[in-house]
């Protein structure tokens, strides 16, 4: 017996991610949490689980992917690293509720009385396993794309900066050319005490090439330093 889904809900969920399903069972399964599987135990449900199984191989492919491409100086280790940011339970969850995810998920009774709609694990699970389903449904490249539209522009909007040493990537991308200084001068403090900014100069071979502003002179030397990797890359 299959899942019986609602035609309604999923015309709904389509129209608000803008991608049509060929199998409707994959899309209402992605969604269906394991809680309501447990309380519908007289009909055939399948939960999630192992759609999100299968999602999380497509996430790290897929950002894996983007990672390699877009950041061709970028050493494995921070490529690593950044990775991890992405793929982590808090941002999938960040990315499920931009998408209102929430509005769409079968629960059970209590885990919807204990606030599981809104619970970061849960989130998380159902990106992946949407991504699961989608990949099944319409193959890696559409999965993708997926990713493209509502993930990738976060990277490049900087969210996960905090995960990045641009200081470490310009260092190593200058080192392929003989005989190339770097120098980092903050150039300016400017608030209050409370609420100081820092602007932050870097310098190679005495030319500027980028300049950031931060919290920090630390965070200001790193947002000067992916300027100067930006402007090496265009």
């Not at 803008?18 to 394991?34: D, K, P, V």
């Not at 982590?88 to 079968?106: K, N, T, V």
């Amino acid at each position: 017996m299959e899942i019986e889904v609602s035609s309604v809900e999923i015309a709904q969920l389509e129209k608000h991610l803008n991608i049509m399903f060929h199998n409707h069972i994959l899309i209402r399964q992605a969604f269906t949490h394991s809680s309501y599987v447990n309380e519908h135990r007289k009909e055939v449900f399948s939960d999630n689980e192992r759609l999100e199984f299968l999602g999380d191989a497509v996430l790290e492919l897929g950002v894996s992917q983007y990672l390699f491409r877009k950041h061709q100086h970028m050493p494995e280790g921070e490529m690593t690293k950044l990775r991890a940011s992405i793929v982590c339970e808090p941002s999938l969850a960040s990315f499920a509720r931009g998408l209102e995810f929430g509005q769409f998920i079968l629960l059970g009774k209590g885990e919807e009385q204990t606030g599981g709609r809104d619970r970061s694990a849960l989130l998380a699970d159902v990106f992946e396993a949407f991504l699961g389903a989608l990949y099944l449904d319409q193959g890696f490249d559409a999965a993708l794309q997926f990713l493209e539209d509502h993930v990738f522009p976060k990277i490049t909007d900087g969210a996960f900066s905090h995960a990045m040493d641009y200081k470490s990537q310009l260092q190593e991308l200058i080192q392929q050319i003989k005989n190339q200084s770097i120098e980092y001068r903050i150039i300016e403090e400017r608030g209050p005490s409370h609420h100081k900014e820092f602007v932050a100069n870097v310098l190679i071979q005495n030319e500027i090439y980028g300049s950031g502003i931060g919290r920090t002179k630390k965070e200001a030397e790193q947002r000067a330093a992916k300027a100067a990797i930006d402007k090496y890359n265009s």
